[in-house]
Protein backbone atom coordinates (compact mmCIF):
# COMPACT_ATOMS: atom_id res chain seq x y z
CA UNK A 1 0.00 0.00 0.00
CA UNK A 2 1.05 3.67 -1.03
CA UNK A 3 2.20 5.37 1.90
CA UNK A 4 2.97 9.01 2.18
CA UNK A 5 4.50 10.32 5.27
CA UNK A 6 4.07 14.33 6.95
CA UNK A 7 6.61 14.46 9.41
CA UNK A 8 4.62 16.71 11.86
CA UNK A 9 0.84 16.22 12.28
CA UNK A 10 0.73 19.76 14.58
CA UNK A 11 3.00 22.35 14.00
CA UNK A 12 3.50 25.55 15.67
CA UNK A 13 5.61 28.57 14.59
CA UNK A 14 6.11 32.62 15.35
CA UNK A 15 5.22 35.08 12.63
CA UNK A 16 8.71 35.40 10.67
CA UNK A 17 10.26 32.01 11.16
CA UNK A 18 11.31 30.36 8.25
CA UNK A 19 9.26 26.80 8.50
CA UNK A 20 9.92 23.33 6.75
CA UNK A 21 7.64 21.11 6.26
CA UNK A 22 8.92 17.40 4.90
CA UNK A 23 6.70 14.76 3.22
CA UNK A 24 8.16 11.33 2.23
CA UNK A 25 6.86 8.52 -0.28
CA UNK A 26 7.72 5.16 -0.30
CA UNK A 27 6.18 4.16 -3.98
CA UNK A 28 8.72 5.87 -6.45
CA UNK A 29 5.76 8.31 -7.54
CA UNK A 30 7.20 10.91 -10.31
CA UNK A 31 5.21 13.59 -9.29
CA UNK A 32 4.38 15.24 -5.62
CA UNK A 33 2.40 17.84 -4.55
CA UNK A 34 1.66 20.13 -1.91
CA UNK A 35 -2.14 21.24 -1.46
CA UNK A 36 -2.98 23.45 1.24
CA UNK A 37 -6.94 23.49 2.66
CA UNK A 38 -8.83 26.07 4.34
CA UNK A 39 -12.51 25.69 5.31
CA UNK A 40 -14.62 26.59 1.53
CA UNK A 41 -11.62 27.03 -0.11
CA UNK A 42 -11.28 23.57 -0.94
CA UNK A 43 -7.67 22.45 -1.81
CA UNK A 44 -4.97 24.89 -3.71
CA UNK A 45 -1.75 23.65 -5.36
CA UNK A 46 0.81 25.24 -4.18
CA UNK A 47 3.92 23.66 -5.70
CA UNK A 48 4.11 20.53 -7.56
CA UNK A 49 7.02 18.40 -9.01
CA UNK A 50 7.61 15.67 -11.69
CA UNK A 51 11.06 15.24 -11.00
CA UNK A 52 13.89 15.36 -9.06
CA UNK A 53 14.99 19.20 -8.74
CA UNK A 54 12.03 19.82 -11.00
CA UNK A 55 9.32 22.28 -9.72
CA UNK A 56 6.24 23.75 -11.44
CA UNK A 57 4.77 26.66 -9.64
CA UNK A 58 0.96 25.73 -8.74
CA UNK A 59 -2.29 28.79 -8.02
CA UNK A 60 -0.65 30.03 -4.94
CA UNK A 61 3.01 30.06 -4.58
CA UNK A 62 3.57 33.38 -3.08
CA UNK A 63 5.43 33.32 0.27
CA UNK A 64 6.36 29.40 -0.50
CA UNK A 65 9.54 27.56 -2.20
CA UNK A 66 9.93 23.57 -2.38
CA UNK A 67 12.98 21.50 -2.61
CA UNK A 68 12.90 17.92 -4.29
CA UNK A 69 16.88 16.57 -4.27
CA UNK A 70 15.68 12.96 -3.74
CA UNK A 71 12.37 11.31 -5.68
CA UNK A 72 10.80 10.57 -2.05
CA UNK A 73 11.09 13.36 -0.49
CA UNK A 74 9.25 16.94 -1.20
CA UNK A 75 9.62 19.89 1.70
CA UNK A 76 7.73 22.99 1.66
CA UNK A 77 9.63 26.50 3.05
CA UNK A 78 7.65 29.07 4.29
CA UNK A 79 10.60 31.94 3.92
CA UNK A 80 8.90 34.34 6.92
CA UNK A 81 5.87 32.69 8.33
CA UNK A 82 3.04 34.95 8.52
CA UNK A 83 -0.46 34.48 10.03
CA UNK A 84 -2.29 33.96 6.66
CA UNK A 85 -0.18 30.97 6.55
CA UNK A 86 -2.04 29.37 9.15
CA UNK A 87 -3.83 26.34 7.46
CA UNK A 88 -4.17 22.49 6.88
CA UNK A 89 -1.33 21.42 4.31
CA UNK A 90 -1.30 18.39 2.42
CA UNK A 91 1.70 16.46 0.29
CA UNK A 92 0.47 14.14 -2.74
CA UNK A 93 2.12 11.84 -5.30
CA UNK A 94 1.54 9.98 -8.03
CA UNK A 95 2.99 8.86 -11.09
CA UNK A 96 3.26 10.53 -13.41
CA UNK A 97 0.66 9.03 -16.19
CA UNK A 98 -1.80 11.29 -16.93
CA UNK A 99 -4.79 9.00 -14.88
CA UNK A 100 -2.53 8.31 -11.78
CA UNK A 101 -4.77 9.06 -9.13
CA UNK A 102 -2.87 11.17 -6.13
CA UNK A 103 -2.01 9.62 -2.77
CA UNK A 104 -2.44 11.58 0.01
CA UNK A 105 -0.42 12.15 3.64
CA UNK A 106 -2.33 12.61 6.54
CA UNK A 107 -1.67 16.17 6.51
CA UNK A 108 -0.15 18.79 8.81
CA UNK A 109 -1.84 21.23 10.37
CA UNK A 110 0.07 24.48 10.89
CA UNK A 111 -0.83 27.45 13.10
CA UNK A 112 1.08 30.66 13.08
CA UNK A 113 1.39 33.26 16.17
CA UNK B 1 -6.47 26.37 -18.06
CA UNK B 2 -8.69 24.22 -15.67
CA UNK B 3 -11.41 24.36 -13.23
CA UNK B 4 -14.09 22.44 -10.84
CA UNK B 5 -17.86 23.62 -9.56
CA UNK B 6 -18.84 21.97 -6.28
CA UNK B 7 -22.11 24.24 -5.83
CA UNK B 8 -23.15 22.56 -2.74
CA UNK B 9 -20.99 22.89 0.42
CA UNK B 10 -23.00 20.89 2.74
CA UNK B 11 -25.56 18.72 1.82
CA UNK B 12 -27.44 16.47 4.83
CA UNK B 13 -29.38 13.42 4.23
CA UNK B 14 -30.95 11.03 6.06
CA UNK B 15 -29.50 7.50 6.65
CA UNK B 16 -30.69 4.80 4.00
CA UNK B 17 -32.03 8.03 1.50
CA UNK B 18 -30.03 8.21 -1.82
CA UNK B 19 -27.83 11.30 -2.47
CA UNK B 20 -26.39 13.63 -5.11
CA UNK B 21 -23.41 15.53 -4.90
CA UNK B 22 -22.95 17.59 -8.01
CA UNK B 23 -19.70 18.50 -9.79
CA UNK B 24 -19.07 20.43 -12.65
CA UNK B 25 -15.74 21.04 -14.46
CA UNK B 26 -14.13 23.02 -17.60
CA UNK B 27 -10.88 22.69 -19.32
CA UNK B 28 -9.66 23.40 -22.80
CA UNK B 29 -8.13 19.75 -23.41
CA UNK B 30 -9.60 15.74 -22.42
CA UNK B 31 -9.82 15.25 -18.75
CA UNK B 32 -9.15 12.59 -16.38
CA UNK B 33 -11.74 13.12 -13.61
CA UNK B 34 -11.80 11.80 -9.60
CA UNK B 35 -13.69 11.94 -6.57
CA UNK B 36 -11.81 11.67 -3.27
CA UNK B 37 -12.95 11.36 0.60
CA UNK B 38 -11.90 12.89 3.42
CA UNK B 39 -12.83 11.71 6.97
CA UNK B 40 -11.91 14.03 10.03
CA UNK B 41 -8.48 14.34 10.15
CA UNK B 42 -7.19 12.34 7.66
CA UNK B 43 -6.18 12.98 4.26
CA UNK B 44 -8.03 12.29 1.22
CA UNK B 45 -8.77 9.10 -0.16
CA UNK B 46 -9.56 8.26 -3.62
CA UNK B 47 -13.25 7.02 -3.92
CA UNK B 48 -13.60 6.11 -7.79
CA UNK B 49 -11.89 7.91 -11.41
CA UNK B 50 -12.89 7.69 -14.59
CA UNK B 51 -10.58 7.39 -16.75
CA UNK B 52 -12.23 6.66 -20.28
CA UNK B 53 -14.37 3.98 -21.92
CA UNK B 54 -17.61 3.45 -19.88
CA UNK B 55 -18.95 6.74 -18.38
CA UNK B 56 -20.50 4.93 -15.46
CA UNK B 57 -17.86 4.22 -12.58
CA UNK B 58 -18.55 2.63 -9.46
CA UNK B 59 -16.70 2.10 -5.88
CA UNK B 60 -16.18 -0.51 -3.98
CA UNK B 61 -19.09 1.35 -1.29
CA UNK B 62 -21.96 1.80 -3.56
CA UNK B 63 -21.21 4.72 -4.92
CA UNK B 64 -21.22 5.50 -8.64
CA UNK B 65 -20.33 8.67 -10.75
CA UNK B 66 -21.52 9.74 -14.07
CA UNK B 67 -19.03 11.34 -16.65
CA UNK B 68 -21.58 13.47 -18.76
CA UNK B 69 -19.34 15.31 -21.92
CA UNK B 70 -21.72 17.26 -23.17
CA UNK B 71 -22.69 18.82 -19.71
CA UNK B 72 -19.17 18.79 -18.30
CA UNK B 73 -20.41 16.68 -14.76
CA UNK B 74 -19.03 14.39 -12.66
CA UNK B 75 -21.99 13.68 -10.26
CA UNK B 76 -21.70 11.21 -7.63
CA UNK B 77 -24.54 9.18 -6.49
CA UNK B 78 -25.34 6.49 -3.32
CA UNK B 79 -28.82 5.32 -3.25
CA UNK B 80 -28.78 4.93 0.16
CA UNK B 81 -26.19 6.21 2.75
CA UNK B 82 -24.76 4.97 5.98
CA UNK B 83 -24.13 7.26 8.82
CA UNK B 84 -20.26 5.84 7.99
CA UNK B 85 -20.55 7.93 4.96
CA UNK B 86 -20.74 11.14 6.78
CA UNK B 87 -17.39 13.13 5.21
CA UNK B 88 -16.10 15.96 3.00
CA UNK B 89 -16.30 14.84 -0.91
CA UNK B 90 -13.78 16.15 -3.05
CA UNK B 91 -14.33 16.36 -7.06
CA UNK B 92 -10.79 16.84 -9.00
CA UNK B 93 -9.54 17.02 -12.70
CA UNK B 94 -6.52 16.31 -14.18
CA UNK B 95 -5.26 17.25 -18.01
CA UNK B 96 -4.75 13.87 -20.09
CA UNK B 97 -2.37 15.72 -21.58
CA UNK B 98 1.68 16.34 -20.52
CA UNK B 99 0.72 18.60 -17.85
CA UNK B 100 0.37 16.86 -14.34
CA UNK B 101 -1.92 20.17 -12.31
CA UNK B 102 -4.71 18.03 -10.71
CA UNK B 103 -7.36 20.60 -9.70
CA UNK B 104 -9.89 20.31 -6.65
CA UNK B 105 -13.10 21.64 -6.23
CA UNK B 106 -13.76 23.61 -2.93
CA UNK B 107 -15.77 20.11 -1.54
CA UNK B 108 -19.04 19.13 -0.61
CA UNK B 109 -19.73 17.75 3.29
CA UNK B 110 -22.03 14.95 3.69
CA UNK B 111 -24.28 15.16 6.81
CA UNK B 112 -26.11 11.74 7.26
CA UNK B 113 -28.73 11.84 10.13
CA UNK B 114 -30.13 9.02 12.19
Known amino acids: DVKVTQSSRYLVKRTGEKVFLECVQD?????MFWYRQDPGLGLRLIYF???????EKGDIPEGYSVSREKKERFSLILESASTNQTSMYLC????????????FGNGTRLTVT | AQSVTQLDSQVPVFEEAPVELRCNYSSSVSVYLFWYVQYPNQGLQLLLKYLSGSTLVESINGFEAEFNKSQTSFHLRKPSVHISDTAEYFCAVRGSGGYQKVTFGTGTKLQVIP
Open chain 1, 92 to 103: ASSFRIGGSPLH
Open chain 1, 27 to 31: MDHEN
Open chain 1, 49 to 55: SYDVKMK
